[in-house]
């Protein structure tokens, strides 16, 4: 099995800067890991994509927070992070780390348990 573990939310001024890490673990040397993002669900909403990387560093960014979010991954450590600046009120959701992973023809999708980041006006 596969487990993504999140880390680094919080609370945090409107203004302010958090970084997101996602490292996968377990059984992820069986598989060949793709793309990488991660999602946020605000409350009493739906979740949403914010940002996704693929294994050879091609990084795609929601409108909602590009110029304020970057995405980035480390492959030797199979980890994905996600920095956040500039951050406003409505930035304030849970954050999931989702990773794409491959075994032979079989794709298999994984979700983190979830950081809150809440951003004080």
């Known amino acids: 099995q596969v487990q993504l573990v999140e880390s680094g939310g919080g609370l945090v001024q409107a203004g302010g800067s958090l970084r997101l890490s996602c490292a996968a673990s377990g059984s992820i040397s069986s598989f060949s890991v793709d793309a990488m993002g991660w999602y946020r669900q605000p409350p009493e909403k739906q979740r949403e994509l914010v940002a996704t990387?693929?294994?050879?560093?091609?990084?795609g960014i929601a409108d909602s927070v590009n110029g304020r979010f970057t995405i980035s991954r480390d492959n030797t450590k199979n980890t994905v992070y996600l920095q956040m600046d500039s951050l406003k009120p409505e930035d304030s959701a849970v954050y999931y780390c989702h990773a794409q992973l491959h075994y032979g023809l079989r794709e298999y999708n994984y979700w983190g348990q979830g950081t809150q980041v809440t951003v004080a006006s």
């Open positions: 990387i693929t294994s050879g560093g091609v990084a």
